[in-house]
Structures are given as structure tokens and as C-alpha cells.
């Protein structure tokens, strides 16, 4: 079994465990990938922090700005090489089905798709009430996906999508990557399930065994407390925030009547484990 698909990790120069970890990973599944060097703190001045971090719902950590710095180039990548990408942050676990389940996907030769998410973090997504492709050697069923609210751990992107977002981000202030990804309702996209890829950090989450733990060098913003300048600067990210999720909710309101609001299944058993 062959699978062309271009796999692209972004990883950090300096995380050399997380890319020891993929390396051990990818050889048990049987597939290849590239290193995209992520963007580093390091590298983000004061001028572009500034310029980037303050046009989203809340102010973006340097972190933040960093990771979604990181997509945009793994975008710009897909569209330079007008092919579909499987782009995975370097914490990604897969499932050991991934490379059977790619195969099929390039077999299937799906039309009129700018992503395909094969995560799956915590929360409920709104998806299509019955599939709209079934994968019947993997045993996979692809979902219509309306609307997602976190993770940007795994998804395939093609030349389309990545064209949108990058159409997306000449009109609109950056945001958490997984953030701007899913809000970008113009994009076509399809969930997997029993999805293929969680972060590290969920494993604990989906009763699996932990393989090895990183400290995260992008952060998650789940848990994290903005702060503001002056009571001014908060009403005008409280205005966007507002803005942000009454459009969630026009997109609820569209899509009610051929969606479902629901967890996404995960087969433990396919998982790897040292």
C-alpha cells in the first residue's frame, strides 16, 4: 500500500523530543513526512506581536501568534505545491489504522473538499446527521462538518482550502490557528470518524496510555485569562467576542435541519502504544 499524500509536522528546532517521537511513531506506521520548521517566539519581534496579536476575540499570547504563524506557512505550502497536505502539530498521536485510512481517501478521489479533520479534543462538533462518504475497507465514515470549536492537531488541507484561508487572513486579524480555521465557514469540510489523531495531551482524556509527556511549546488556551490594557480595549474585544458567536450561532440556525450536535467516536484499540 502506497500513500503519496504529502505529510508536513511542524516542529520547533529546539523540540527534538516531539520529532524523536514522530520519527518512532511514523516508522510503526509505515508512513513518511517532512519537517515544516515552526515559527518561533524567538523570532516574533515586538512590532509583529503588536500588529498580530490584537485583532482576534481576546489578545493573542506571543505563543499563540507563533502557532498560528506556523499554519499560515504550512497553508502557503500546500498552496506553492497545489497538493492536498495532511498537516499535523508535532504532539500528534495517530492511530494505527492513519495510513490505510489516507490510502483510501486519495482512492476516493473526493470532490468539492477544502478539509478533511481527523482530530477529535473534548467537545461536541456539529456534523451532517448521516455520512457523506463511507470508507468501507478502513471502516471510516466521513461526516459533513459544520462547525468545530477546538484542536488543529490534524486535518488535511487541500489547494482550495488553503487558498480560503489564506484569502481569509488578507481581510481578517489572525486568531487561535484551530480558531480562524473553524470560523472560516466558506471551507468545505469533512470529519472522520472514529477519528485518527489526538494530541498528547488528551490521551489521559480518551483512557489511553500515555506514551511520553512534552511540555507544550505552543500552549492551550482553554484555561487562559486575558488581559487588558484599559477598560476601553476590553469592550472592544467583548464587541468581537459578540460578533464571533452570534455568527455561531447564524451557522447553528442554518444547518439545524441536517445537522446533529455531538462527541466524535475514538477506537481506543487503534491506537499506538510503547
Not at 62 to 74: D, G, M, N, R, T
Not at 113 to 125: A, C, H, M, T, W
Not at 179 to 201: H, N
Request: proline share 2%; glycine share 4%; net charge positive.
Amino acid at each position: 500500500m502506497v500513500v503519496s499524500v504529502n505529510i508536513l509536522i511542524v516542529n520547533l528546532k529546539t523540540s527534538r523530543d516531539r520529532l524523536d517521537f514522530q520519527k518512532k511513531q511514523f516508522e510503526k506506521l509505515g508512513l513518511n513526512f517532512e519537517v515544516l520548521e515552526a515559527f518561533s517566539v524567538a523570532n516574533l519581534s515586538e512590532e509583529q506581536y503588536q500588529k498580530l496579536g490584537f485583532g482576534w476575540q481576546r489578545p493573542l499570547r506571543k505563543v499563540e501568534v507563533a502557532c498560528f504563524l506556523s499554519h499560515q506557512k504550512a497553508w502557503e505550502e500546500v498552496l506553492n505545491r497545489n497538493q492536498p497536505c495532511l498537516i499535523l502539530e508535532d504532539d500528534a498521536v495517530l492511530a494505527s489504522n492513519t495510513k490505510e485510512i489516507l490510502n483510501e481517501i486519495e482512492q476516493h478521489q473526493i470532490q468539492d473538499v477544502d478539509l478533511i479533520n481527523l482530530e477529535v479534543r473534548s467537545r461536541k462538533k456539529i456534523i451532517s446527521r448521516t455520512p457523506a462518504f463511507t470508507l468501507n475497507q478502513a471502516q471510516v465514515e466521513l461526516y459533513n462538518l459544520y462547525q468545530d470549536r477546538t484542536g488543529a492537531a490534524g486535518y488535511i488541507l487541500y489547494p482550495s482550502g488553503a487558498k480560503k484561508l489564506l484569502n481569509r487572513l488578507a481581510r481578517t486579524a489572525p486568531a487561535i490557528a484551530d480558531g480562524f480555521i473553524f470560523s472560516a465557514y466558506e471551507l468545505q469540510c469533512l470529519q472522520v470518524e472514529p477519528a485518527v489523531i489526538i494530541q498528547e495531551d488528551q490521551l489521559a482524556a480518551y483512557g489511553l496510555i500515555q506514551q511520553k509527556s512534552f511540555d507544550s511549546t505552543i500552549g492551550r488556551s482553554e484555561n487562559f485569562k486575558a488581559e487588558f490594557n484599559s477598560f476601553a480595549e476590553k469592550i472592544a474585544f467583548k464587541k468581537r467576542r459578540l460578533v464571533g458567536q452570534i455568527a455561531m450561532a447564524i451557522r447553528y440556525f442554518q444547518v439545524m435541519g441536517k445537522a446533529e450536535k455531538r462527541l466524535i467516536k475514538l477506537n481506543q484499540e487503534k491506537f499506538i502504544r510503547d
